[in-house]
């Protein structure tokens, strides 16, 4: 079935046809249009969900890990400050081992405050325990939420997982996308039950005080789930694209076969970057685009071996770390391929922040300072910025 729809719509009609036990949310730009949509269909009675509108986005997530702990499937939805809201609260669901989901709409921490497009929220976020998938577009925004509820409900995995796509670019631009039946969707995504819940009759304690006698091998515990994950992403993923037809995997590569100059780009810049791509392939450079879609866990050995064979790398960052040597895609690019024994020389771009616009010719210049790279056989200054007035 086709239809005309934003991502912010996309999103809630595939959280309609997942049909959830509870949602907990509390209103943010550019997220707010997710919740306002679903409670409609919590009125209109399109859905049986518990919708519980609470105070802030702290309380959002405490409802979703109590509405999880006591066996039910549970979702939420934000943006910027209302994730860095909730940060508390992250690291508890996940380090409870508590599925749920969280379509996180990309927008910029304050400070100043800004209400645009950047990774500064979710990328802040990736350390705290949950499965991150970056969506392109408005299909694979709703294809990715679906998959992410068997994802993060595998037995193999039980961990929490966001969903990422960028506000406003994606949130509320229209697009035709194709949407699954809502029989075909209950299908895939199958009937949710827990192991041990707190409803079950069985004594179990949730949050309790962990001594330093356990808690080390909680945090193990975690940390060999989200290794799991990854190839529960590609099974998912699998078995996704056997019932639609639309592939994914841990990221896409556009001309990459004889590439010798690429760019690694997340959500939706990786269109831009193509056209940027294109144009230069129409004079015969060798360039190609890798669009990284799961960034946790990270698909370290598969990145590095997708850019094995290329000269130079330029990591495009939506997001600052502040750290005076590069943004979080570029760390993890760059620790990925130091194995390799032809290692590509690699520098990070910071672009795009506070919903600065992104234009060909910001990824024209990229490619160009990378062929200088080529042909100097020097990296200089690795941590860069694009289209800043005033900056190189």
């Known amino acids: 079935m086709r239809k005309l729809l934003s991502g912010n719509e996309a999103t809630a009609t595939a959280m309609k046809q997942i049909n959830p036990d509870v949602v907990a949310a509390y209103p943010i730009t550019p997220s707010t249009e997710v919740v306002h949509y679903f409670a409609q269909y919590v009125a209109d009675g399109d859905v049986d969900t518990q919708f519980v509108a609470v105070e802030s986005e702290h309380s959002a997530m405490s409802a979703c890990i109590g509405a999880s702990a006591a066996g039910g499937r549970t979702g939420t939805v934000t943006s910027a400050c209302g994730l860095a809201l909730m940060w508390e609260l992250l690291y508890v669901a996940s380090g409870q081992r508590l599925p749920m989901t969280l379509a996180v709409i990309n927008r910029a921490l304050s400070g100043p405050i800004n209400i645009n497009n950047d990774h500064s929220d979710s990328m802040g976020a990736r350390d705290s325990g949950w499965i991150q998938l970056y969506s392109e577009n408005n299909q694979e925004a709703y294809d990715n939420y679906i998959m992410s509820w068997k994802i993060s409900e595998h037995k193999d995995v039980l961990l929490p997982t966001m969903v990422c796509q960028d506000g406003f670019i994606t949130s509320h631009a229209v697009e035709n996308i194709e949407l699954l039946e809502d029989a075909k969707v209950k299908s895939f995504v199958g009937e949710f039950t827990p192991n041990r819940h707190l409803l079950d009759g069985k004594a179990l304690s949730v949050g309790p005080y962990d ?182």
Do not use: W
């Open 211 to 392: 001594t330093p006698q356990f808690y080390f091998e909680h945090q193990y515990q975690r940390a060999q789930a989200m290794i799991k994950a990854k190839d529960v992403v590609a099974q998912v993923s699998a078995e996704f694209g056997k019932l639609t037809g639309r592939n994914y995997s841990f990221f896409e590569e556009y001309q990459m076969k004889d590439a010798e100059k690429v760019i690694v780009v997340l959500n939706s810049s990786a269109g831009t970057a193509r056209v940027a791509c294109d144009q230069l392939r129409a004079k015969g450079e060798k360039v190609g685009v890798l669009k990284i879609r799961l960034f946790r866990p990270f698909p370290m050995e598969e990145i590095a071996q997708a850019l094995s064979h290329v000269k130079a790398v330029a990591v495009m960052d939506k997001c600052d770390s502040f750290n005076g040597m590069g943004g979080p895609v570029f760390v993890d690019v760059r620790t990925a391929c130091y194995e390799l024994a032809n290692r590509p020389m690699i520098i990070n771009y910071i672009y795009g922040l506070g919903g600065r616009d992104v234009t060909v010719e910001n990824f024209l210049h990229v490619y160009e300072n990378l062929d200088k790279v080529v042909k100097s056989g020097k990296t200089d200054n690795v941590y860069r910025h694009v289209g800043v007035r005033g900056v190189n």
